[in-house]
């Protein structure tokens, strides 16, 4: 099981704050187009991935009991 965190935007796109999923051996940018694809989630070129709370590439390969956070970009003033 892997589970995903969603932060700001991203957490109003599907409607909770995690998600748990069975996606071991996926890459990063894997799992964010599947959940481009199976969610609906906007473009997820630009946002961030980390896994076990270290930033990673989108090349990192997920494995069983991984937790992923996805924090999209934003802007302040």
Same mark, same amino acid.
């Given at each position: 099981?892997?589970?995903?965190?969603?932060?700001?935007? +991203?957490?109003? $796109?599907? @409607?909770?704050? *995690? =998600?748990?999923?069975?996606?071991a051996?996926?890459?990063? !940018?894997?799992?964010?187009?599947? +959940?481009?694809? $199976?969610? @609906?989630?906007? *473009? =997820?070129?630009?946002?961030?991935?980390?896994?076990?709370? !270290?930033?990673?590439?989108?090349?990192?390969?997920?494995?069983? @009991?991984?937790?992923?956070?996805?924090?999209?970009?934003?802007?302040?003033?």
């Open positions: 099981m892997i589970k995903i965190l969603f932060f700001a935007r +991203l957490q109003e $796109e599907i @409607g909770k704050d *995690s =998600l748990n999923i069975e996606k051996g996926l890459t990063v !940018d894997q799992l964010k187009q599947w +959940l481009e694809k $199976e969610h @609906g989630l906007q *473009s =997820l070129d630009q946002t961030m991935a980390a896994v076990n709370e !270290d930033y990673a590439d989108g090349s990192e390969v997920l494995k069983e @009991g991984d937790t992923v956070a996805l924090i999209p970009p934003v802007s302040g003033g």
